[in-house]
């Protein structure tokens, strides 16, 4: 047996012992209530979404996005647990090819007061960042966020086991992933990026080695977190890889090396909204000092933010965020090529919606602004439902930037607009 298909019957088998050890447990405790489960809901959607780029780019395809996706989920339950199942089937007119993705897959109970279960494929999310995360480890898709696709692929699902304890203290939230999940990283497939010399596309796709080895290569996320006179204040922990490649080794291939992350965060009324601070340490395991050239240096990350209505349907928020570069100067002395990074990275960031025509219609704008990159990235979008069963919507990704290495700098010749039309079943 190939060492892949190890692997996947690792996880099939991981999978498998933890769902059979507790239905035959449930079974045995409740008898024929095992065999109780509610009817079946169904909800999906069938979509056609087509975009194209604005500004010529050599190392791809003038159209961005062309692809009919339909999604199917099922949702049941029973006395003593809850089911789900969301995927995703698609045809794809940038790879040429058939696609599919299972979004969800989980089984959840709630075996006492104080003890909640969550098992198999699930999206995942905590901290107070909008569209900007710091203490939130688990994986995302800027791929898909880049080209247009609706922002509820912005998150990828985690193959994990979470498990919440609730306590007069405080709350603790534990997830445990037994094989990494990295981002979905840009790879050249579908956004030209920059290689360190150079932009590179679909003729030149990133070459990875990620860690993928079941009960090795795992992750876990910890949050502590209370109420505190309408305060949430929150404690997060994090073991495992950088999420994106950060690292190259001798042979050029890159790498997710090992990362822990240590970090706070508190949100809660300010004036006539809601404010929030979020801070994350990110210690790179494989170059604590930062004199590996070739290995991502440790950081410091803080957020601050607020959001509030300003009139009626019509909500801003707006964040500060800092990426501070720590053992800076062992980077500069051992940098080999290539433009250095800042020892600061700065971003600004406008989240608008505004809701119109008996909110029918939603006009929304993500922006963010980095003033020491010189580069930024505009997201205006516009999505009317014509009716209780069908969706239109009309978007653009807008990147600007005076560098091709920063990071929104890169995507320049990306910028693309794109249309859909979503009929939910």
């Known amino acids: 047996m190939s060492g892949v298909k190890q692997q996947v019957f690792k996880g099939f088998l991981f999978w498998g012992i933890l769902l059979i050890s507790v239905f035959c447990t449930r079974a045995a405790w ?25 500004q010529d780019d050599p190392r791809q395809k003038q159209t961005s996005v062309l692809e009919s996706r339909l999604q199917a989920e099922l949702f049941t339950y029973t006395s003593w647990a809850e089911f789900k199942y969301k995927g995703d089937l698609w045809a794809d007119g940038i790879t040429e090819k058939g696609e599919y993705d299972t979004r969800e897959a989980w089984m959840f109970a709630r075996p006492s007061d104080v003890l909640d279960i969550k098992i198999g494929r699930q999206v995942l999310t905590w901290g107070t960042g909008d569209l900007v995360f710091l203490n939130d480890l688990f994986p ?3 791929q898909s966020y880049f080209i247009g696709r609706d922002s509820e692929y912005l998150k990828a699902p985690s193959d994990a086991v979470k498990v919440s304890f609730f306590t007069s203290f405080a709350n603790v939230d534990l997830v445990y992933t037994p094989r990494f999940d990295p981002d979905r990283y840009i790879t050249g497939e579908y956004v030209s990026y920059w290689n360190g010399s150079e932009l590179a596309g679909r003729d030149n796709l990133i070459n990875t080695q990620v860690p993928d080895q079941w009960f090795k ?10 109420n505190i006179r309408n305060y949430e204040l929150a404690l997060y922990g994090y073991r495992g890889f950088w999420k994106r490649p950060s690292g190259r080794s001798g042979s050029g291939e890159y790498l997710f090396p090992e990362l822990s992350v240590y970090g706070f965060s508190a949100r809660g009324n300010v004036g006539r909204g809601i404010g929030n601070l979020e801070f994350a340490y990110y210690r790179s395991g494989r170059d604590s000092d930062g004199t590996d050239p070739m290995i991502n240096n440790s950081e410091l990350r803080y957020l601050v933010g607020y959001n509030q209505d300003l009139a009626m349907d019509f909500n801003a928020g707006l964040q500060y965020y800092v990426e501070q570069m720590l053992h800076y100067g062992s980077y500069e002395d051992n940098l080999v090529q290539g433009a250095p990074r800042d020892r600061f990275r700065h971003v600004i960031t406008l989240q608008l919606t505004w809701l119109l025509m008996n909110q029918n219609l939603e006009l929304s704008l993500s922006s963010y602004w980095s003033p020491s990159d010189q580069d930024a990235y505009l997201r205006p979008r516009a999505a009317y439902k014509w009716s209780d069963d069908i969706t239109v919507e009309a978007g653009a990704n807008i990147f600007t930037g005076s560098e091709m290495h920063t990071f929104f700098g890169q995507f320049e010749d990306n910028t693309s607009v794109y249309t859909a039309v979503r009929f939910s079943l």
């Open 30 to 54: 409740a008898g024929d209530d095992f065999k109780v489960f509610s009817p079946v809901e169904l909800n999906g959607f069938l979509e056609f979404r087509a975009g194209c780029r604005i």
């Open 140 to 142: 995302k898709d800027w």
């Open 217 to 226: 290569d795992y992750e876990i996320a910890l949050r502590l977190y209370k």
